[in-house]
């Protein structure tokens, strides 16, 4: 009970700063939007050609915007925590007999709130697009979303308090995510590529996670797509988080 309190005091601290400047959360949708806007309309008369059968560009765009959603906007979550140490934040959470856990949990809880707000956003712009997703499905899309992301943010805090500067945090970042984007098929099936291309994204996650998110969108809840999906995200998520704990913890070293 003592670390979900703890917890808690950090998240609500986190919110508190995100409502005084909710721009923020707009501002981290706007690239999906962007896309589903601009992109959305140059795949409607090319999805009858994907293979497995996509009949709604929208079904097959929303999934992996939602994935880009989590991979790219909780990435940058660390940018927000190299402030916090520079303003001596994370110093004075240190001297306190908290948790080292508990102060990414805090955070985490705050970006995993902040996606969800995010993914709601972007699958209701989706529905008045003309997007078609069984309940339950855009439900376990969304699902995935949160574990995708809360692994990144994890990730993106330890990254922040390793480098403790953006200037070598934001290269790192867009060297990891154009490989990411390119491979993994969000915008595009990797179906449609070289096989050579189709064997390096097989060894590439977040291209399982994309795959199940689609998958499950299109109503193929109970299938090994999706069973695949959701184990590559829990491992990632775990990975993501032990990492980032590890970080926080050797920082009161």
């Known amino acids: ?40 309309p140059l795949l409607k008369p090319l999805v009858a050609q994907f293979p497995g059968g996509a009949d ?33 934040v ?3 959470e240190r001297v306190t007999p ?11 809880m705050r970006d995993e709130l902040q996606l969800l707000v995010q993914a709601i956003i972007l699958v209701l712009l989706g529905l008045l697009m003309g997007m078609r997703g069984s309940f339950v499905g855009i439900v376990v899309g969304i699902v995935i979303t949160l574990l995708i992301g809360g692994a990144c943010a994890a990730a993106s805090n330890a990254l922040a308090l390793t480098t403790k500067s953006e200037d070598v945090m934001a290269p790192l970042i867009n ?8 491979l993994s098929g969000i915008l595009l099936p990797m ?32 299938t090994a797509t999706v069973a695949w999906g959701l184990l590559a995200s829990v491992i990632l998520a775990a990975l ?14």
């Open 1 to 40: 009970m003592t670390f979900v309190r703890e917890s808690t005091i950090v998240f609500r601290r986190q919110i508190r700063m995100n409502l005084r400047n909710p721009a923020w959360v707009l501002i981290g949708i706007m690239q999906p939007v962007l896309y589903l806007v601009l992109f959305g």
């Open 240 to 253: 993501g988080t032990w990492w980032g704990t590890s970080v926080f913890r050797k920082e009161n070293a």
């Open 191 to 222: 179906t449609l590529g070289p096989d050579w291309l189709k064997r390096v994204s097989d060894f590439m996650p977040f291209r399982w996670v994309v795959d199940a998110a689609r998958s499950a969108f299109g109503g193929d809840v109970w």
């Open 56 to 88: 709604n560009a929208y079904t097959f765009l929303v999934p992996g915007l939602l994935v880009q959603l989590g991979i790219f906007g909780a990435f940058f979550a660390g940018f927000g925590l190299i402030g916090e140490w520079r303003e001596g």
């Open 90 to 92: 994370i110093e004075a």
């Open 98 to 108: 908290a948790s080292r856990t508990a102060l990414l949990m805090g955070r985490l």
């Open 175 to 182: 060297m990891v995510m154009m490989p990411v984007l390119l």
